[in-house]
T-cell receptor
Framework: DTGVSQNPRHKITKRGQNVTFRCDPI?????LYWYRQTLGQGPEFLTY????????KSRLLSDRFSAERPKGSFSTLEIQRTEQGDSAMYLC?????????????FGQGTRLTVV | GQSLEQPSEVTAVEGAIVQINCTYQ??????LSWYQQHDGGAPTFLSY????GLEETGRFSSFLSRSDSYGYLLLQELQMKDSASYFC??????????FGKGTMLLVSP
């Protein structure tokens, strides 16, 4: 499978706990995005990497959220001190290098439920 | 910032033609994309328009008018499997890809 892979697919956690999600993009894609999606809404931009550099973060991203892409390959998204409002689908997408945002390849997402 | 408007829901019958409109406000516009998402699935790319006019890909076509900040997705010969959510998304350079709230398409027999 050469698509975008996300793990875990589902995560249930208690409020206040920390969680970490992983995204493995398509190998030759140097641009990687994290989005959050809630029921009935479109994907909401969280952050963007080009190789290992985090170039953009949404103003909506609180200090409890942090993302890394240490070697320009896989990426992790950590949420500290989770709140019920963090419950959502977290999507990762990657884009072919050198192109404008013409086609983003999405993973299946990690569904987070905070109880 | 960017904002996109699209209808929340559209219904149609099998074999029909349906048009899903999208209006946008953005700075640094590069192009308009369309994505399809089935329940529980990942968004998948359908089409991209950078220039004014119509792009056709099989049963799906997408149109853009940059001067009107408007585009639409046209689905022809509707099939039950086309029931899904459809999102328009604006590209503002190499970084930002901003999605609308989505249009749920319900296709009935």
């Amino acid at each position: 499978d050469t698509g975008v892979s996300q793990n875990p697919r589902h995560k249930i956690t208690k409020r206040g706990q920390n969680v970490t999600f992983r995204c493995d993009p398509i190998s030759e894609h140097n641009r990687l995005y994290w989005y959050r999606q809630t029921l009935g809404q479109g994907p909401e931009f969280l952050t963007y990497f080009q190789n290992e550099a985090q170039l953009e973060k949404s103003r909506l991203l609180s200090d409890r959220f942090s993302a890394e892409r240490p070697k320009g390959s896989f990426s992790t998204l950590e949420i500290q001190r989770t709140e019920q409002g963090d419950s959502a689908m977290y999507l990762c997408a990657s884009i072919v290098p050198g192109q404008l945002n013409t086609e983003a390849f999405f993973g299946q997402g990690t569904r987070l439920t905070v109880v | 910032g960017q904002s996109l408007e699209q209808p929340s829901e559209v219904t149609a019958v099998e074999g029909a033609i349906v048009q899903i409109n999208c209006t946008y406000q953005t700075s640094g516009f590069y192009g308009l994309s369309w994505y399809q998402q089935h329940d529980g699935g990942a968004p998948t790319f359908l089409s991209y328009n950078a220039l004014d006019g119509l792009e056709e890909t099989g049963r799906f076509s997408s149109f853009l008018s940059r001067s009107d900040s408007y585009g639409y997705l046209l689905l022809q010969e509707l099939q039950m499997k086309d029931s899904a959510s459809y999102f328009c998304a604006v590209s503002s350079g190499y970084s930002t890809l901003t999605f609308g709230k989505g249009t749920m398409l319900l296709v009935s027999p």
